[in-house]
C-alpha cells in the first residue's frame, strides 16, 4: 500500500509507542492525528512534527470522543492507517496475599482501556474507513492494534492485563475476516520489553537485567522499532490477520 499522502490517527500517540509510530508515519509522508488523554503532550509532540501532525484530545473509552478523533483524521486526507497504542497494566493476583480476591475495579478497568479503548476507535475508524475510494487492488487501508507476548507468556500477577491482551489477539481473526469485504486489513503487534516511560522509572540496574533476560539482541526494544514495524505492515498489502512478536525471541518466565 502506498502510504505518502493518506491520513492515519494513532491513540496514546503522545508518548512511547504510539509517539514514536506518529513520528515515524509523518516522515513517510503520513497526515497524523495524534489522540491521547493528555492533551499538552500531544499537542507538543503535533508541534515537534509539524505540518504532517495534528491532535485530539480525548479518552479512549469515550465513544463521542473517538468518533471525534476519527472525524479529524478522515478530514486529514484519506483514512488508510489505523494503530492504536492507547493502553496499560496492572500488577494483581487471583488472591491477594492475605487470601483476599483481586479487585473487581481494576479489572474491569484494565478491559475498559485496552480492549474497548480498541474496540470503540476501531470500529469507528472502519466505518469511516469503509467509505475511502479504494487503491488500485481494492484496498482501503490497515488498523494495527497493540496486544503483548503477555497475551501468551502472562507472568505473576499479570491476570488483568494478560487477559485484556489475549482479546486484542482474539479480536485480530474476526475483525479481518469481517472487514474483508470493504478491503481493509486487520493486525495486530505484540511487543516484548520495550523502553518506554513505564521502564523508564525503574533503576537503570533494573533495567539493564531486563535487557539481559531477551534472547538476542539482549537489550530492551526501542520504540522506533515498533513504529518502523508499523510503517513495513501499511506498506505489505499481503499481511493480514496475523499477530506478530516484536520481543527478540523472549518467551517471559513465571515471574
Not at 497526515?31 to 509532540?45: L, P, Q
Not at 501532525?53 to 486526507?77: E, F, L, S
Not at 493502553?87 to 480492549?115: C, E, K, Y
Given at each position: 500500500m502506498e502510504i505518502n499522502g493518506c491520513a492515519a490517527i494513532v491513540t496514546g500517540g503522545a508518548s512511547g509507542l504510539g509517539e514514536a509510530t506518529a513520528r515515524r508515519l509523518a516522515a513517510e509522508g503520513v497526515t497524523v492525528t495524534i489522540f491521547d488523554r493528555n492533551g499538552d503532550r500531544?499537542?507538543?509532540v503535533a508541534g515537534e512534527i509539524g505540518a504532517r501532525a495534528n491532535m485530539v484530545a480525548g479518552d479512549v473509552t469515550d465513544p463521542d470522543d473517538c468518533q471525534k478523533a476519527v472525524d479529524q483524521a478522515a478530514a486529514a486526507g484519506p483514512l488508510r492507517i489505523v494503530v492504536n497504542c492507547a493502553g496499560t497494566g496492572w500488577v494483581g493476583r487471583v488472591i491477594n496475599r492475605d487470601g483476599s480476591p483481586h479487585?473487581?475495579?481494576a479489572f474491569q478497568f484494565i478491559q475498559n482501556l485496552n480492549v474497548i479503548g480498541t474496540f470503540n476507535v476501531m470500529t469507528r475508524a472502519a466505518s469511516a474507513m469503509a467509505t475511502t475510494e479504494p487503491m488500485d487492488n481494492g484496498e482501503r487501508g490497515v488498523i494495527?492494534?497493540?496486544?503483548?507476548?503477555a497475551a501468551f507468556d502472562g507472568q505473576i500477577g499479570q491476570l488483568a492485563y494478560s487477559a485484556s491482551k489475549g482479546a486484542v489477539v482474539g479480536m485480530t481473526l474476526p475483525a479481518a475476516r469481517d472487514l474483508a469485504v470493504v478491503g481493509i486489513r486487520v493486525l495486530a503487534i505484540a511487543p516484548g520489553l520495550f523502553d518506554t516511560p513505564l521502564l523508564a522509572m525503574l533503576p537503570e540496574e533494573q533495567r539493564n537485567a531486563l535487557g539481559q533476560s531477551v534472547n538476542f539482541p539482549k537489550r530492551l526494544g526501542n520504540p522506533a522499532e515498533y513504529g518502523n514495524l508499523v510503517v513495513q505492515i501499511a506498506r505489505n498489502s499481503y499481511l493480514n490477520?496475523?499477530?506478530?512478536?516484536?520481543?527478540g525471541g523472549i518467551r517471559m518466565p513465571p515471574k
Amino acid at each position: 500500500m502506498e502510504i505518502n499522502g493518506c491520513a492515519a490517527i494513532v491513540t496514546g500517540g503522545a508518548s512511547g509507542l504510539g509517539e514514536a509510530t506518529a513520528r515515524r508515519l509523518a516522515a513517510e509522508g503520513v497526515t497524523v492525528t495524534i489522540f491521547d488523554r493528555n492533551g499538552d503532550r500531544a499537542k507538543e509532540v503535533a508541534g515537534e512534527i509539524g505540518a504532517r501532525a495534528n491532535m485530539v484530545a480525548g479518552d479512549v473509552t469515550d465513544p463521542d470522543d473517538c468518533q471525534k478523533a476519527v472525524d479529524q483524521a478522515a478530514a486529514a486526507g484519506p483514512l488508510r492507517i489505523v494503530v492504536n497504542c492507547a493502553g496499560t497494566g496492572w500488577v494483581g493476583r487471583v488472591i491477594n496475599r492475605d487470601g483476599s480476591p483481586h479487585d473487581l475495579g481494576a479489572f474491569q478497568f484494565i478491559q475498559n482501556l485496552n480492549v474497548i479503548g480498541t474496540f470503540n476507535v476501531m470500529t469507528r475508524a472502519a466505518s469511516a474507513m469503509a467509505t475511502t475510494e479504494p487503491m488500485d487492488n481494492g484496498e482501503r487501508g490497515v488498523i494495527v492494534n497493540t496486544a503483548s507476548v503477555a497475551a501468551f507468556d502472562g507472568q505473576i500477577g499479570q491476570l488483568a492485563y494478560s487477559a485484556s491482551k489475549g482479546a486484542v489477539v482474539g479480536m485480530t481473526l474476526p475483525a479481518a475476516r469481517d472487514l474483508a469485504v470493504v478491503g481493509i486489513r486487520v493486525l495486530a503487534i505484540a511487543p516484548g520489553l520495550f523502553d518506554t516511560p513505564l521502564l523508564a522509572m525503574l533503576p537503570e540496574e533494573q533495567r539493564n537485567a531486563l535487557g539481559q533476560s531477551v534472547n538476542f539482541p539482549k537489550r530492551l526494544g526501542n520504540p522506533a522499532e515498533y513504529g518502523n514495524l508499523v510503517v513495513q505492515i501499511a506498506r505489505n498489502s499481503y499481511l493480514n490477520a496475523e499477530v506478530i512478536r516484536l520481543d527478540g525471541g523472549i518467551r517471559m518466565p513465571p515471574k
